[in-house]
């Protein structure tokens, strides 16, 4: 099958379009005749280097697919092959045919297509697990997002526009994206490179600080995103970019009754990413069925133009997702 494969580590140029033997479906496994993939933020750090594929998972990029089943591995039922799927998958996105486990796939509404199908699993799943299963969001809270015009971000605010309308979103982003986050329905928006964000936060709160803040800078955010929670407030950190390691007041996280929670959602069991996705099912595809959430397609790329791809993401130059059509 065709497929992106890597010239060992580095940037953009050591991706290269090659064949690749089309994987099987073992059981409990279906193989997806792949009409569509997504460039992620994972993608960019395994082809650095820095983010090996869980055991057994292909090491070819690509965390979630679109297409139609291909065929069912042993004891799979429900599904049929030519059946429309979305899939959260370990690795093995970038390339013709990827297997998921059936307990991953999710049916595509008709009014998506498999562009925008291709988007849904994995920024969707982030912000959905952490906001909701894990930092237990609820409505009347005041949620602070990290990451402008990402992907997790704008999936972050559709999804607490719909499932919490009474919350309160604060956004952090940079001055190209400013109007693009207000319009997806952001209350509060803070352009960081001209304002210190926890000061605007406690402006607007009147010190009082956010209920939850949803974070993937890590390290330089660490002690600004303690001091913008309130009382009992959750920071969840899904990523480390600006790096892994800083000091935490722990005085003041005791005095205020906060937690810090670590999430990754790649790693998980099988069974814990089945049940995070069946929540998911039940909680929020409606709302993909009935308009009310649009997955934001920012750039189409064909699949041999992998590494392009990878640049606009790594210049910020994208609002949504990316990508990437056989």
């Not at 498999?114 to 949620?143: H, M, P, S, W």
Request: proline letters at 5%; a negative charge.
């Amino acid at each position: 099958m065709k497929a992106i494969l890597l010239d060992g580590f580095g940037g953009p140029e050591v991706m290269h379009a090659g064949e690749a033997e089309t994987p099987v479906a073992d059981p409990g496994q279906v193989l997806i005749r792949v009409a569509a993939t997504s460039v992620n933020r994972p993608d960019v750090v395994q082809r650095q280097g820095n983010y090996n594929p869980p055991p057994g998972d292909s090491e070819i990029l690509g965390l979630e697919v679109a297409g139609t089943i291909e065929t069912l591995g042993d004891g799979v039922s429900g599904w049929q092959p030519g059946d429309r799927v979305m899939a959260l998958i370990g690795g093995g996105g970038y390339a013709e045919y990827a297997v998921a486990h059936a307990s991953h796939l999710i049916p595509i509404p008709e009014n998506l297509d498999f562009n925008q199908a291709a988007c849904i699993c994995e920024t969707y799943l982030t912000a959905f697990l952490n906001l909701f299963r894990l930092a237990g969001l609820a409505d009347g809270d005041k949620v602070l997002l990290h990451g402008g015009g990402g992907g997790v971000n704008t999936a972050a605010i559709q999804l607490c526009r719909q499932l919490v309308p009474d919350s309160t979103i604060f956004v952090t982003a940079s001055t190209g994206k400013l109007d693009g986050v207000r319009e997806l329905g952001a209350h509060h928006v803070i352009d960081y490179r001209e304002s210190a964000f926890e000061e605007e936060v406690a402006r607007i709160t009147g010190k009082k600080g956010v209920d939850v803040i949803l974070d993937h800078i890590g390290a330089k955010y660490l002690q600004p995103n303690m001091r913008s929670l309130a009382v009992y407030g959750r920071l969840v950190i899904i990523g480390v970019t600006s790096g892994p390691k800083a000091e935490l007041n722990l005085a003041l996280m005791m005095v205020k009754r906060q937690q810090v929670i670590g999430s990754v959602l790649r790693p998980r069991s099988v069974a814990d990413k089945a049940a995070i996705i069946a929540d998911f099912r039940e909680r929020v595809m409606g709302h993909f069925a009935d308009g009310s959430i649009a997955p934001l397609v920012s750039h189409v790329f064909p699949l041999e133009e992998a590494a392009e791809a990878h640049r606009t993401m790594e210049s910020s130059a994208h609002f949504g997702k990316i990508v990437l059509t056989m």
